[in-house]
């Protein structure tokens, strides 16, 4: 079974920065592309960032697009997102996501495991 499990969330104030974590395991995750999702009290769930199988150049949404940083170490089988100059807006559960191939799918929200909360707050 394919099982993801986030880390790294908590309590930052604006401008401050987080590194998230997701851990996987049940399928080989070299081959897969993946996603970080996020959903904010009360909103849908909203794709941040993706990266492609054995890339290690992302895309992003534009709401984050040059504060936050998606990379993945294959050897590893871990996905992070470095998550800069934080804004109370950034407030949400972050979620990882894998896609079912290499390439990037920006539409892809499930499987996804039980998230870690990033709470931006002076």
């Known amino acids: 079974d394919v099982q993801l499990m986030e880390s790294g969330g908590g309590l930052v104030q604006p401008g401050g920065s987080l590194r998230l974590s997701c851990s996987t395991s049940g399928f080989y995750f070299g081959l897969y592309a993946m996603n970080w999702v996020r959903q904010a009290p009360g909103k849908a769930l909203e794709w941040v960032a993706s990266i492609g199988s054995g890339k290690t150049v992302g895309e992003y949404s534009d709401s984050v697009k040059g504060r936050f940083t998606i990379s993945r170490d294959d050897a590893k089988n871990m996905l992070y997102l470095q998550l800069n100059n934080l804004k109370t807006e950034d407030t949400a559960m972050y979620y990882c996501?894998?896609?079912?191939?290499?390439?990037?799918?920006?539409?892809?929200?499930?499987?996804r495991g039980q998230g870690t909360l990033v709470t931006v707050s002076s």
């Open positions: 996501t894998k896609v079912t191939g290499p390439y990037v799918d920006r539409t892809t929200l499930e499987p």
